[in-house]
Structure formats: C-alpha cells, structure tokens
C-alpha cells in the first residue's frame, strides 16, 4: 500500500519559516521524482517544486530563492525548507510521487501566513 504523509504545516507569521517533510512508503523512492504543490482557496493547484531521483530541482518563479526542495534516500522522505514566508503562500501543501508508470499524491497540510 502506497502513502505519501505530510507534516509540518501550521499557522506562520509572514517573513517567518516552515519545514514541510513528506514520508513515503510502499514506493521504490529511488524510482520517482518527488514534487510539492499546493492549492489555494479558489485556485487550481499548482506545482512550488520538484526533485528527480538525480537531484535536479525545478521552482515555480513565486518561490525561487525562498524555497529549498531536498530528498533523503535512506528516509524515503522529501523536504520542503520555507523561508520568508508570505501571506500570498497561505494554500494546501501536498506531496506527490511520479514515474512514468504511476502518480501518487499525499493527503495535504495547511500552511497559513498571517499576522
């Protein structure tokens, strides 16, 4: 069985960090480019970020210099590091796994940015 599990969201002021971590079991991690996106309140979803199996990474320009995706092999687990934090990134975050054969996503964790 397949799970994707988010955690680390939570209520932030702006200008302040989170670090999201997604655990995946039931992949070959190894096999998928790990991504984030998130989706705000009557918006599409839309990709933040993702990281092959190589380690090469890709930004939406919203986040680029803010953001910072990683991968832990021996975990099996992908991180989000997120610094200076604005209110327009308050959305959904959730994880998802790609390979050529199969997409799975992560169930979400809020992140809101607020005074």
């Known amino acids: 069985q397949v799970q994707l599990v988010e955690s680390g969201g939570g209520l932030v002021q702006p200008g302040g960090s989170l670090r999201l971590s997604c655990a995946t079991s039931g992949i070959i991690f190894s096999s998928y480019t790990m991504g984030w996106y998130r989706q705000a309140p009557g918006k599409q979803r839309e990709l933040v970020a993702t990281?092959?199996?190589?380690?090469?990474?890709n930004y939406a320009d919203s986040v680029k210099g803010r953001f910072t995706i990683s991968r832990d092999s021996a975990k099996n687990t992908v991180n989000l590091q997120m610094n200076s934090l604005k209110p327009e990134d308050t959305a959904v975050y959730y994880c998802?796994?790609?390979?050529?054969?199969?997409?799975?996503w992560g169930q979400g964790t809020q992140v809101t940015v607020s005074s």
């Open positions: 998802r796994a790609s390979s050529f054969w199969n997409t799975y």
């Open positions: 990281i092959n199996s190589g380690g090469s990474t």
